[in-house]
Structures are given as structure tokens and as C-alpha cells.
């Protein structure tokens, strides 16, 4: 069993790399089409398009593991029936539940590999990449609102015109309240640039005060400012929820709560992250009975397309949910967790099947 084992463990673990080369080369081609327009406006040039497409494939290998994962076992499983050695291995005493245990065992490595690149590789890369993109062209992070970027600071109502790539604030205003909402003090400053622990630095400063019934203005060339922006949580405007870590998905929502802001589209993509990697071994699940079944009706072209629709499937499925979840307040781990709760029954089901025959 040992040597079946590590038989099917390098099929697979080959069929599931070059598939993920295939994906990538594919994906990254049509990422360098879209970047070619934007190519001699401003400062960017061809080296800066190719060197951001090249960032972002770490992005592209997060999404696809899943597909790829059941593209390539489908291709194993089929060619051993195809070449009669899946019925070898039956009469032999392997049963489908073997099979089964010994696909989870490899895709338990396809698994960690996803969640070590959406932890660690995939916020860095795309941080960077946008970075560098940011950099070559309007060095502005876009934002919802055409007065800017606002953003609730404990009794503070802060404006941002502009964020820079560096986390560089320009244009800033803090409505300063007190515990009746009275407005206390509006402060505008040029520019912020964080120092360290929550606390940034503003320069060409005017105050305005409101007490007593007056009003005092006092203008500093430096100030002092204490908030709970970080540039961790301006990093939000960079990358797209889908490709945080946990650690900065949990940070955002904690600080949105504490700000009593809607934090359900966070929420969502936190155990969105917690469960992707799940989604592996349900695709190579999955994989199994689709491979075995209907050999006559199709070769391993069918089954290679099959997969494609079923991981098609599942990634629109999970997208769909996500955001159906968003709009209609669902709660977020009933977003994340059906989808895949729901292939995985598909998965289980058709195996029972197949065992029965």
C-alpha cells in the first residue's frame, strides 16, 4: 500500500504543478495585454508592467490551487482507468475509501501550501504590486468619495483628500467632537506622515477651537497626533479583502467595530481566508467519483473539462455567496462556509455511490 501510496502521491503532485504552471503562464499572459495600455502614461514602462505582473501571479496561484487541484487529479485518476490500472488496484483490495484517504493525505500538502501563500506571500506581493504601480503612474490610492477618504476615530471624524503609496496622507481634517457631538476643534493639515504607536506627524497645521461661545484659531508649523490609523489599516485601500492575511482582516474588522461601521464584507473575507484551503481537499475529493464514473461516455479530454466547470463552479459559487451574504446580512460564516459545505456533500454522496456499485 506504502509504494501505491507514493505511486499516486508524484502522479498527482506532478499533474497539479504543471496545471498550476499552465494557469499561471495563461493568467499572467492576459494580466501583461491589460497592463500594455496603461504603458507610456506617466513614468510607467514595459519593465514596471511585466515586474507587476509578475507580483501579482502569487495572487493568481492563491485563486487557483483549488481548480488546479481538481484539474490534475482528475487527469491522474483518469489516465489510471483509461490504462486499466484503477482496476487493477480494486481487485487488488484498494477500496474507494483507500483511494480516497490516500488523495486527502496529498492534497493535505496543496492545502497548507494555499494557506501559507494567502497568509504570507499573497498581502505582500500585491501590497508591493500596487505599490509599484501607484508609484509609476498617479501615486494616489483611489478612493470612494470625491472629497476623499473618511474615517471615524473614537469622537473624531477624520477627511483625507489624498493617501499616497507610502501611507503618506495629504490634505487631512479632524472634526474633533465632544461627548454631547458638540464639534470642538477642526485641525487641517497639509500633510501626515506616520512616526510609530498610533501616532503620525502633521505638518502646516491650522486649529480652529470652538468653546464658550468663541472661536480661536491657532496655526503650527509641526503637531502631534494620536489615532487609531495605522498604515496597516490604510493597507486596506491597497489590497482587496479576498488578499489580506488574517491578522490584518481581524485588526480592520476589530477596528470597525470599535467604530460602530459596518464590517460584514470583512467578516466575510476573514472566514473566506479560514476555510479556502478546506476547499482543496474537497476539489481532490471531489475528483475521485468524477474520474472513476462514465468512463465509456467520455475520455480524459471530458474529464479535464468537467473539472474546469466544476472548479468554474465553485469559484463563482463562493463569489456569489459572498456577496448575496454582504447584501442580504447573512451572517458571515454561513457566507463562507456553504459553498464548500455544499461540494463537500456532493463529494461524499457520489462516493457513496460509487462504493455501492
Known amino acids: 500500500m506504502k509504494i501505491l501510496r507514493r505511486y499516486l502521491s508524484r502522479q498527482i503532485i506532478g499533474a497539479i504543478l504543471l496545471v498550476v504552471l499552465a494557469l499561471i503562464m495563461l493568467f499572467s499572459f492576459f494580466d501583461l495585454i491589460y497592463e500594455l495600455r496603461d504603458v507610456g502614461s ?43 490500472e484503477y482496476a487493477v488496484m480494486r481487485t487488488s483490495g484498494v477500496s474507494i475509501m483507500n483511494m480516497a ?24 506581493s500585491e501590497q508591493a504590486a500596487k505599490k509599484l504601480r501607484l508609484e509609476q503612474t498617479s501615486n494616489v490610492v483611489a478612493q470612494t468619495f470625491r472629497s476623499g477618504l473618511w474615517v471615524k476615530d473614537e469622537e473624531s471624524f477624520v477627511n483625507v483628500a489624498r493617501v499616497l503609496y507610502d501611507a503618506t496622507l495629504q ?45 480661536s484659531v491657532a496655526r503650527a508649523a509641526e503637531l502631534d497626533w494620536h489615532s487609531v490609523l495605522t498604515p496597516n489599516v490604510l493597507s486596506v485601500l491597497l489590497i482587496p479583502p479576498e488578499k489580506m492575511s488574517l491578522w490584518t482582516l481581524y485588526s480592520y474588522v476589530h477596528h470597525l467595530r470599535e467604530n460602530h461601521q459596518e464590517p460584514r ?39 479535464i473539462f468537467a473539472g474546469i466547470m466544476l472548479g468554474l463552479s465553485f469559484h463563482l459559487i463562493s463569489r456569489l455567496f459572498g456577496h448575496v451574504g454582504q447584501l442580504a446580512a447573512w451572517p458571515p ?20 455511490r460509487l462504493e455501492r456499485r
Do not use: C
Open 101 to 124: 484517504w490516500t488523495l486527502m493525505r496529498t492534497g493535505l500538502l496543496f492545502a497548507i501550501a494555499t494557506f501559507l501563500t494567502g497568509e504570507f506571500l499573497v498581502p505582500l
Open 333 to 352: 460564516v454561513l457566507a463562507a462556509v456553504v459553498p464548500t459545505a455544499g461540494f463537500l456533500a456532493l463529494a461524499i454522496f457520489m462516493l457513496q
Open 265 to 303: 464584507r470583512y467578516e466575510i473575507a476573514l472566514w473566506n481566508k479560514l476555510i479556502y484551503p478546506v476547499a482543496v481537499l474537497v476539489m481532490i475529493l471531489l475528483a475521485l467519483p468524477f474520474g472513476y464514473m462514465n468512463v465509456r461516455e467520455g475520455g480524459v479530454s471530458a474529464k
Open 171 to 215: 490634505d487631512v481634517r479632524i472634526y474633533e467632537f465632544d461627548d454631547q457631538y458638540r464639534l470642538r476643534t477642526i485641525s487641517q493639515a497639509r500633510q501626515g506622515k506616520y512616526v510609530r504607536s498610533n501616532r503620525w506627524l502633521l505638518t502646516d497645521v491650522v486649529q480652529t477651537k470652538f468653546a464658550d461661545g468663541r472661536t
Open 42 to 84: 506617466e513614468s510607467y514602462r514595459l519593465p514596471a508592467a511585466v515586474a507587476y505582473v509578475v507580483l501579482s501571479i502569487p495572487g493568481h496561484l492563491y485563486e487557483l490551487l483549488p481548480v488546479a487541484t481538481l484539474i490534475g487529479t482528475l487527469f491522474v485518476l483518469a489516465q489510471l482507468v483509461v490504462h486499466s
